[in-house]
């Protein structure tokens, strides 16, 4: 399995060229690949009908070419096996990622993508439910001071990375009356490291090998450093 841990994939109406994501998206997905969209929430038909569009739409806009897009949700959950193993291109979509960590245990996906040899592609929260242990950093009102909110959740195991995506957008952003960064994240990151992407900026899993491409940011008891630029590239 090739994997793509992204913040964003996603550039205006297409996939984004930066750090030579589109080029090795290209040169991984073969044409007529039949790709799979897992959802984010499994209730919330409409946004992933929505956001499943809108992604065939930008791999479509950069010349990408499918002969099937299915996405998976409680609709047809109950045909999760069949779809992943029918699929040659995953999609983990974003959205809010304890309620996608339920729904990928409740699949039991971890299990599922043991005998995928594709491609997968994680977006947002997606990418953070696919290390072996998600940080999942508060992002709702309340989560931050609510002592019942798990931050730490089991995951796929698809990387040993915990990543923050979005950089970019959340690096000065107030929830619960806490800074997100300076008050919640960097305590969190005592004794661990966490991964701050930018959009446009993804690591690349192949072979046991984890590279960081682009611009990236590491969180580590309790300080961030930059580690990356863009075109810039990390073993991890």
């Not at 790709?35 to 569009?53: E, H, M, N, R």
């Not at 245990?105 to 994680?122: A, D, K, N, Q």
Request: hydrophobic fraction near 40%; glycine fraction near 10%; aromatic fraction near 10%.
């Amino acid at each position: 399995m090739k994997c793509f841990f992204t913040s964003d994939p996603v550039l205006e109406q297409g996939i984004n060229p930066a750090n030579g994501l589109l080029g090795r998206l290209r040169a991984s997905v073969p044409a007529g690949s039949r790709v799979l969209f897992i959802c984010s929430d499994p209730d919330g038909y409409g946004k992933t009908d929505f956001f499943a569009a809108g992604m065939k739409a930008c791999f479509e806009n950069s010349g990408f070419r499918f002969s099937q897009f299915i996405s998976l949700d409680h609709r047809n959950h109950l045909e999760a096996s069949q779809l992943v193993r029918q699929a040659d291109f995953i999609i983990l979509a974003g959205g809010h990622v304890p309620t996608q960590n339920r729904f990928f245990h409740e699949i039991r996906l971890r299990s599922l993508l043991e005998g995928f040899h594709g491609v997968l592609l994680g977006i947002s929260a997606g990418t953070m439910n696919a290390a072996e242990v998600v940080y999942a950093h508060p992002e709702r009102e309340g989560e931050a001071v609510d002592p019942s909110f798990r931050k730490f959740l089991p995951g796929l195991g698809l990387t040993r990375q915990m990543v923050l995506p979005h950089y970019q957008q959340i690096k000065d952003d107030v929830l619960d009356g806490l800074q997100v960064f300076e008050d919640i994240a960097y305590p969190d990151s005592i004794g661990r490291k966490f991964y701050a992407l930018v959009d446009g900026s993804f690591i690349l899993s192949e072979g046991g090998r984890e590279t960081l491409y682009g611009e990236a940011y590491l969180i580590e008891n309790g300080k961030l450093t930059q580690i990356s630029r863009e075109d810039g590239t990390v073993r991890l």
